[in-house]
């Protein structure tokens, strides 16, 4: 039994980018060895096995064979006979297709250390057209690995135009859509990530209409870390956010922020006047959730200018908050009214001033 040391680890140490993560392979085991020596198997898919000591994933070499259509449409073999360079062969791009033995040496039948110095994204082979995830995976590692000048080898940009031409994209769950986008807000420059799948005709597969502020995006993330910001900033000009939101399976939390944003972005390009900044806070419901509403009011801050910057906004909340409830008045819609009408007093007094 051999245990090599594989994929993203190997290549940002090459790199010299900080490893996340470290997976291993194991080469000449069966299951049944694993399990004896104390590791936990998990996962349906595919053996895969965590070490007793480390909780590091391990996974049998394998092979593997397309026989449906999507991401899960393969049948593995998993035996002591597949060898490593037959397990490396089945990986998306040479640069993840390198390994590390117990000593520190590399083995790299694919290429892989030349295409890192030539800062090339090469596909290992032709069974890399199986895959459509593999399309969101390089646009993700472009948009990873952009800031050290990487490109895309243009055999592999036109695999994955096949790919996304082929029905296989939509065979893709959103859950899966989402981790890949996820990880690509994580990186400096998401807005890679979005070209590139525009560039192969990805994006469209993905949800249509879709018109992403590429230029907004890229500006936001050498300023501003906060994903939710980020993914606020690239969709809410678009006027189906709640399908690009669903389409993408964006949580909860982006999924409001955004359309907030959204909100914000309209109420922004008009003429501000007491009555549609008091329809904008109940709306937004600023008032029970202004943490939410302040990322929404960053991002949109990053699209359209506005006399009313995300500091103001705060002071807004502050002075809305201050108005205090008329207690001399017994029933609830009068209340309510007299509530309305002293706030929409105080912002009018405060547009005023500003």
């Known amino acids: 039994m051999n245990i090599f040391l594989v994929g993203g680890a190997v290549r940002d140490a090459l790199l010299n980018i900080e490893v996340q993560e470290r997976d291993w392979v194991v080469v000449g085991a069966s299951e049944s060895e694993l399990i004896d020596k104390g590791y936990k198997k998990i996962g349906k898919d595919f053996p895969v096995f965590l070490h007793p000591e480390t909780k590091e994933e391990y996974a049998l070499a394998r092979q593997e064979r397309k026989t449906a259509l999507g991401h899960k449409g393969f049948e593995f073999k998993f035996d002591s006979s597949v060898t490593l360079e037959e397990d490396l062969l089945r990986r998306d791009l040479t640069i993840n297709a390198i390994a590390e033995d117990k000593d520190g040496n590399l083995i790299d039948p694919y290429g892989g250390m030349e295409d890192i110095r030539n800062k090339l994204l090469k596909s290992v082979s032709a069974s890399f057209d199986e895959d459509?995830?593999?399309?969101?995976?390089?646009?993700?590692?472009?948009?990873?690995?952009?800031?050290?000048?990487?490109?895309?080898?243009?055999?592999?940009?036109?695999?994955?135009?096949?790919?996304?031409?082929?029905?296989?994209?939509?065979?893709?769950?959103?859950?899966?859509?989402?981790?890949?986008?996820?990880?690509?807000?994580?990186?400096?420059?998401?807005?890679?990530?979005?070209?590139?799948?525009?560039?192969v005709g990805a994006l469209e597969k993905?949800?249509?209409?879709?018109?992403?502020?590429?230029?907004?995006?890229?500006?936001?993330?050498?300023?501003?870390?906060?994903?939710?910001?980020?993914?606020?900033?690239?969709?809410?000009?678009?006027?189906?956010?709640?399908?690009?939101?669903?389409?993408?399976?964006?949580?909860?939390?982006?999924?409001?922020?955004?359309?907030?944003?959204?909100?914000?972005?309209?109420?922004?390009?008009?003429?501000?006047?007491?009555?549609?900044?008091?329809?904008?806070?109940?709306?937004?419901?600023?008032?029970?959730?202004?943490?939410?509403?302040?990322?929404?009011?960053?991002?949109?801050?990053?699209?359209?200018?506005?006399s009313l910057r995300p500091e103001k906004w705060i002071e807004i909340y502050d002075l809305l908050s201050d108005v205090s409830i008329d207690k001399t008045l017994r029933e609830g819609k009068l209340i309510a009214k007299k509530l309305h009408t002293d706030r929409l007093a105080a912002i009018k007094n405060y547009l005023e001033k500003l």
């Not at 055999?155 to 031409?165: G, V």
């Not at 986008?181 to 979005?194: G, R």
Request: hydrophobic residues 35%.
């Open 206 to 306: 993905i949800c249509q209409p879709i018109d992403l502020n590429l230029n907004a995006l890229e500006k936001t993330s050498s300023d501003n870390q906060d994903h939710t910001i980020k993914w606020s900033v690239s969709i809410s000009e678009n006027e189906n956010t709640k399908k690009i939101n669903n389409s993408f399976n964006a949580p909860k939390e982006f999924s409001e922020i955004s359309e907030i944003c959204s909100q914000i972005n309209l109420f922004s390009s008009k003429e501000i006047s007491p009555e549609s900044l008091m329809d904008l806070v109940n709306k937004c419901d600023l008032l029970r959730k202004p943490e939410r509403f302040y990322k929404a009011s960053k991002a949109s801050s990053y699209i359209i200018e506005s």
């Open 132 to 199: 459509p995830l593999r399309v969101l995976r390089v646009a993700r590692f472009a948009s990873k690995l952009k800031f050290l000048d990487f490109k895309i080898e243009n055999k592999t940009l036109e695999q994955m135009k096949k790919i996304s031409s082929s029905g296989e994209i939509e065979t893709l769950s959103k859950e899966r859509v989402w981790v890949e986008t996820y990880k690509a807000l994580s990186t400096s420059n998401p807005e890679e990530y979005f070209s590139v799948l525009l560039k």
